[in-house]
């Protein structure tokens, strides 16, 4: 079971920190990752992070997120974060915690096993 919280209502420019707690399974050795769902949109990907070699975590960004989001996850605590920073309005979707795959094709939902119920951001301007 995967449950997403921290979002909410910021300003353009402002912060925001998504947290995602696994229960009932251990993730470490899969991909977990970050998508989001807009109004009238497709479900994106937003960033993602598996494990890479040895203690080393690989991470992925979407190209219009890069240098504003840091995904970050911590195995002890079976948790992934978001930090999200230098908001922008069309950051605005609910935004969806994934785990479980097996692929190094992180940026694609397809292969996710668990899902969470998502957590909405809206980013005013």
């Known amino acids: 079971q995967l449950v997403e919280s921290g979002g909410g209502l910021v300003q353009a420019g402002g912060s925001l920190r998504l947290l995602c707690a696994a229960s009932g399974r251990t993730f470490s050795n899969t991909a977990m990752a970050w998508f989001r769902q807009a109004p009238g949109k497709e479900r994106e990907f937003v960033a993602g992070t598996r494990w890479s070699v040895g203690t080393i975590y690989y991470a992925e960004y979407a190209d219009n997120v890069k240098g504003r989001f840091t995904i970050f996850r911590d195995n002890a605590k079976n948790t992934v974060n978001l930090q999200m920073s230098s908001l922008k309005p069309e950051d605005t979707a609910v935004y969806y915690c994934?785990?479980?795959?097996?692929?190094?094709?992180?940026?694609?939902?397809?292969?996710?096993?668990?899902w969470g119920q998502g957590t909405q951001v809206t980013v005013s301007s």
């Open positions: 994934a785990a479980g795959k097996r692929s190094s094709l992180i940026s694609v939902g397809e292969g996710y096993d668990y």
